[in-house]
């Protein structure tokens, strides 16, 4: 049986004090106490420095195209339904170029775990406005500060009818292992976007930020996960500054069952060699 050192295998280079590290730290044991082993999973990336975890993680791994990561993780969960499929990136490559992708994954419910490393900035090229800056912060390419009002990832995840929705904190591994580990486990696309601070280039959205202003729902035995509207409400009236399972429905089933054309065996043998030669014959 695998341990948590089988999943971890690349040592990262991200900043000292990256939020992503926890990230990572979280998935690898997420994966362990499920059980899983390294070649039953798959962790797509898309581009950024949160992209960076599909070679950090030991399990089978795609770093594909900006925004990318979600038709990736679909297809390779289509080809073989056995697999526990990962999708993971950050808020300018899931919120900017690959909200397409994010949205018809939720209706379809595909069976795959989707992990926003969510900073509020574009990291990796040093510090531009993302899709969930908040209005007015300031940045190279907004000095006087964002006009634009930013994405609300909780909000349409609820509303285009996804079953697992949460949030969580890089400054929580515990809770933020739990949030990842249910999510893998749920059956249909999940999401946990996770506030993971930029270090380096976000000055507002920091740790003690974080530590001031987020309101744990684990912690309310009186909130319940498994009522939508209640959660709506709730992140609406907290404008999103939640960690926890926010809202829980095991009622949809995911698209490989709900749809009968899809074979309950792997389409891709797990034997395959996928040395270059073999690359074709796919
Ligand atoms: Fe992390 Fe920001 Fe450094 Fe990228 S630039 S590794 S997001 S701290
Ligand atoms: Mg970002």
């Not at 069952?257 to 690359?279: C, G, R, Y």
Request: glycine content about 10%; proline content about 5%; overall charge negative.
């Amino acid at each position: 049986m695998a341990t948590l050192a089988d999943f971890r295998a690349e040592k990262p280079n991200w900043c000292p004090g990256c939020g992503d590290f926890t990230v990572l730290a979280a998935l690898q044991k997420a994966a362990a106490n499920i059980g899983l082993e390294p070649e039953d999973m798959v962790t797509v990336s898309g581009v950024g420095c949160s992209g960076k975890i599909s070679q950090y993680m030991g399990s089978y791994g795609f770093h594909s195209l900006h925004g990318r990561s979600i038709p990736v993780a679909t297809a390779v969960k289509l080809s073989n339904t056995d697999l526990t499929v990962v999708a993971a990136g950050g808020d300018g490559d899931g919120y900017g170029i690959g909200i397409g992708h994010f949205i018809h994954a939720l209706r379809r419910n595909i069976d795959i775990t989707y992990i926003v490393m969510d900073n509020h900035i574009y990291g990796l090229t040093t510090g531009q406005t993302s899709p969930t800056s908040d209005k007015g912060t300031k940045t190279k390419t907004a000095p006087d500060g964002s006009t634009d009002e930013p994405v609300h990832p909780l909000q349409m995840a609820i509303m285009a009818g996804c079953g697992y929705v949460a949030q969580g904190y890089s400054g929580n591994l515990k809770q933020l292992t739990e949030l990842i580990e249910g999510g893998m486990k749920h059956k249909g696309f999940s999401l946990i976007n996770i506030y993971s601070p930029c270090v380096t280039f976000n000055k507002v959205n920091t740790y003690d930020f974080y530590k001031q202003t987020l309101v744990n729902v684990d912690e309310d035995p009186s909130y319940d996960k498994t009522d939508r509207f209640a959660a709506i409400k709730k992140i609406e009236e907290c404008d999103e500054h939640l960690t926890g399972l926010l809202y829980h429905s095991t009622e949809k089933l995911p698209y490989h069952e709900a749809n009968s054309n899809f074979p309950s065996t792997p389409v891709v043998k797990a034997d395959i060699n996928l040395d270059q030669e073999n690359w074709g014959k796919l």
